[in-house]
């Protein structure tokens, strides 16, 4: 996928100013924040589990090469291919040769972010061969022509009315008589619709949240059954993965999963978790006729060992997304890339360089919610913390940044200016008014989307002086 | 072997520090497959294990219905059939377990084998269901095909209760035990299908199953 992550500042601007997408932004909190909290209070070992599904994840980075060295054995045992791929285009051309192998001309897939990454729709549509997303999510932003904007709710910036508009246009030809405007109406639609391509599609693509290295198995969850459609139909089934997605036996697999979903949608478990390996056997009476695992690096083999390790642990739950301030205010759009929220803010700046994504990591209060409820216990601030330090070291920071930053420091380091500078703005400021300010000279795109508190009588330090540290 | 592949392996190994002796530490925590922790509600024994399991399949919309005996199977599905306004006839796994109950009990009209697509409602056999979520496990090959689990609209499965376990720690274990290799697909199915993609409002029915009914039945393996 292009990015226009560098545009991030003009990003947020439309955002904000898009009350269409501010009201979806507010749904997040009841549907997705309180539905994790109350599945965690209904089991009294996640917080458990989450130390051990970090202790896996990091055990099995430790020994990655050697664990994906395992799946790719089971995997040619079961009768399956694996492709290693080092960057996007090699995976795309992969894909592309494995299509054309199985002479495809419609190519359903269920959702996989990984397809999202190296840009697979536009390429497989300029070599011919037609792409149908069958998560309604997915299938929504195809007919929008937009990436999604959530990792695991692609479509969640969208309301019933522009998804009927939609359906119309592209199901209908634009005839509005037949346009449809009840949920369960247009889930109908999409579900006839897709039916048709499911049935005709030549290669089915999914992605995975886990590879198991004891048994070759590729696994995938979901709720609408799309996914599994996607690879039981189709003579070719082909599984997009990255590296980091390997873990030892399903028993590893199995606690990652007790906790990935309640801490996505709060559900308990999805709908549905399943496990594939291989073609189909001997006697089987459905499913595909080829299994290939693309497994690929893009960037990720440089993280190992570096201060953003970390960031492989991610189980794409999105709990950090949905529980981001920043995130819940400009939505997923405005990250300008695949991945977005504070994951995206840490994985993007590594998979398409700093000079792209600097502005990314920027995106943070460092309030601390991302990394209290990332299930895989994930530092997100902290290394957030260390792309400003590279940002900043490599000259990248905005001048105002810079500058504003450099007249901090001169103060910090002054204590004594620093005491009679910010006793002064106090005592003006409280003068001034009382209560709120709604803007404040050199502070305007500060006040814009919020009031800053008039300060109220002096500063901390005269008062700890006062009260002799009391 | 492919370039690509050198090239990330020895990309990994170096980060790693790999030594020669590590594979062997690899192999044996694969080996050793050790459960990790279980929560206490996958540990409840009988009889609160079939009360969990069926209190939550029906959290997330399955329906599900005790039998005391493989003669009761047939009725039951006709009688579910009935009651949702549907024809007497499905589609049905080629299971022997299926096979033996006293199918001409009733009027139902089954065909077995895979589905286009074109069939109703599908019937299978589960291998194990899981409590502590309301899970179904099924697993496929000549005997169940995959199909019937995700094509037709009402998905009726038949679930000896002896293979009603607790977590899913003990039905890796009891897959294990069939061989060294892992069917094709291993589904776990929770309640019927399901989407949020429409201002997060959930709606059942999306691609796979709007319905899936449940039997447990005693007395059957
Ligand atoms: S960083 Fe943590 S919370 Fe965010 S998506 Fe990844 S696993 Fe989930």
Not at chain 1, 260 to 273: D, I, K, M, V, W
Not at chain 2, 197 to 205: F, H, L, P, V
Request: glycine share 10%; net charge neutral.
């Amino acid at each position: 996928m292009e990015s226009s992550a560098h545009a991030f500042p003009a990003n947020v601007r439309h955002a904000l100013a898009d009350p269409q997408l501010q009201r979806a932004m507010g749904r997040l909190k009841g549907h997705f924040i309180d539905k994790r909290a109350h599945a965690r209070a209904r089991l009294p070992e996640f917080d458990a589990l989450r130390d051990q599904a970090k202790a896996i994840k990091d055990h099995t980075l430790a020994y990655l090469d050697l664990y994906l060295e395992r799946f790719e054995t089971e995997v040619r045992r079961s009768g399956g291919h694996v492709h290693w791929c080092r960057d996007a285009a090699e995976a795309r051309g992969v894909v592309l040769g494995l299509c054309r192998e199985a002479g495809a001309r419609t190519v359903t897939k269920g959702k996989t972010m990984i397809g999202e990454e190296i840009g697979l729709n536009p390429f497989l549509e300029a070599n011919g061969i037609r792409p149908v997303e069958t998560d309604l999510g997915e299938y929504i932003i195809q007919l929008a022509g937009e990436p999604p904007s959530h990792i695991i709710a692609p479509a969640v910036h969208k309301n019933k009315e522009q998804i009927s508009d939609l359906f119309v246009e592209h199901h209908h030809g634009g005839d509005r008589s037949r346009r449809l405007d009840g949920i369960p109406e247009l889930v109908t639609e999409a579900r006839e619709t897709l039916r048709a391509r499911f049935l005709e599609a030549d290669v089915g693509i999914t992605g995975a949240n886990l590879l198991i290295a004891e048994t070759g198995q590729t696994v995938i969850v979901t709720n609408e059954g799309n996914g599994d459609l996607t690879q039981t139909l189709p003579r070719m089934h082909i599984v997009l993965a990255s590296l980091e997605k390997v873990v030892p036996t399903m028993e590893d697999a199995t606690t990652i999963l007790r906790i990935l979903a309640r801490s996505a949608t709060g559900q308990e478990f999805s709908t549905y978790t399943t496990w594939s390996a291989g073609p189909r056997r001997p006697g089987d009476l459905d499913g595909p006729e080829a299994f290939h695992v693309v497994l690929l690096d893009n960037g990720r083999s440089a993280l190992l060992g570096s201060e953003f390790q970390d960031i492989l642990r991610c189980i794409r739950c999105g709990a950090c997304l949905n529980h981001c301030p920043i995130y819940g205010s400009v939505g997923g759009h405005a990250y300008g890339w695949v991945y977005t929220g504070p994951m995206g803010a840490v994985l993007s700046p590594a998979l398409i360089g700093l000079d792209e994504a600097h502005h990314l990591p920027n995106a943070s209060t460092f309030c601390g919610r991302c990394e209290d409820v990332c299930p895989m216990r994930i530092p997100l601030p902290r290394m957030l913390r260390h792309w400003r330090e590279r940002e900043f070291a490599s000259g990248k920071a905005p001048a105002a940044a810079r500058w504003g930053l450099g007249v901090w420091a001169w103060f910090a380091t002054r204590p004594w200016a620093y005491r009679l500078a910010t006793g002064l703005v106090a005592r003006v400021l409280g003068l001034a008014r009382r209560g709120r300010f709604a803007a404040l000279p050199l502070a305007g795109g500060w006040t814009r989307g919020r009031d800053f508190p008039s300060p109220e009588g002096r500063t901390f330090h005269a008062q700890w002086a006062s009260r002799r540290g009391r | 072997m492919s370039e690509p592949r050198t090239e990330i392996l020895g990309k990994l190994r170096r980060a790693l520090a790999r030594t020669d002796s590590d594979a062997a530490a690899v192999d044996a925590r694969i080996a050793a497959h050790t459960a990790n922790l279980v929560p206490a509600r996958g540990q409840v024994p009988e009889p609160e294990r079939v009360a969990m399991f069926r209190a939550m399949a029906g959290e997330v919309g399955g329906t599900t219905e005790e039998l005391a005996g493989p003669a009761e199977v047939p009725a039951a599905v006709a009688r579910y059939l009935a009651g949702q306004n549907l024809p007497a006839r499905a589609a049905m796994a080629p299971d022997p377990l299926l096979q033996g109950l006293p199918w001409t009990t009733t009027v139902l009209e089954l065909r077995q084998g895979r589905t286009h697509g074109d069939d109703l409602v599908g019937i299978t056999a589960a291998f194990a269901g899981v409590a502590e979520t309301g899970t179904l496990v099924t697993l496929s090959g000549p005997t169940h095909p995959t199909t019937l689990n995700f094509l037709s609209e009402t998905h009726v499965v038949v679930l000896p209760r002896r293979r009603l376990a607790g977590a899913y720690e003990e039905v890796w274990a009891r897959l294990r035990a069939l061989g060294a290799d892992v069917p094709r697909t291993v589904n776990m199915i929770t309640g019927p299908s399901r989407t949020a993609d429409i201002e997060q409002t959930i709606q059942r029915g999306a691609h796979g199953p709007r319905r899936l009914h449940i039997l447990i039945v005693d007395g059957l393996d």
